[in-house]
């Protein structure tokens, strides 16, 4: 995940008045970003700036499929759809996948297997 990418998600808000800044609106777009978990951002007033607090989700494992390999986290969101198999990220097998929306729950086609 990069700088750039969330403050672009954030929009400019240097010069202005943080008490009209639309937190939930900035939390809403940086929770768009595929690897961000959670956010938290908090008001310095004294400060005169906004603090941005992410959790990043971190990859549990990888599944063959889509482009090449769906990479998902501990609660099955999908990452990111790659064409090589990342290093160190078990691969799972044997599922049949209905849905790939990076940024979205991993959708499985036979749910009845489980």
């Given at each position: 995940?990069?700088?750039?990418?969330?403050?672009?998600?954030?929009?400019?808000?240097?010069?202005?008045n943080l008490f009209r800044a639309k937190v939930s609106s900035m939390k809403k777009?940086?929770?768009?970003?595929?690897?961000?978990?959670?956010?938290?951002?908090?008001?310095?007033?004294?400060?005169?700036?906004?603090?941005?607090?992410?959790?990043?989700?971190?990859?549990?494992?990888?599944?063959?499929?889509?482009?090449?390999?769906?990479?998902?986290d501990s609660n099955a969101k999908v990452l990111k759809d790659t064409p090589e198999?990342?290093?160190?990220?078990?691969?799972?097998?044997?599922?049949?996948?209905?849905?790939?929306?990076?940024?979205?729950?991993?959708?499985?086609?036979?749910?009845?297997?489980?």
């Open positions: 995940m990069q700088t750039d990418e969330i403050l672009s998600s954030i929009g400019e808000v240097k010069g202005q777009s940086i929770l768009k970003i595929p690897y961000v978990q959670s956010v938290e951002i908090d008001r310095r007033v004294l400060h005169t700036k906004l603090v941005v607090t992410i959790t990043e989700c971190e990859e549990a494992a990888c599944i063959a499929g889509g482009s090449g390999y769906i990479v998902i198999k990342p290093e160190n990220v078990p691969e799972i097998t044997g599922l049949s996948i209905a849905n790939i929306s990076v940024g979205e729950q991993l959708k499985i086609g036979d749910v009845d297997k489980f």
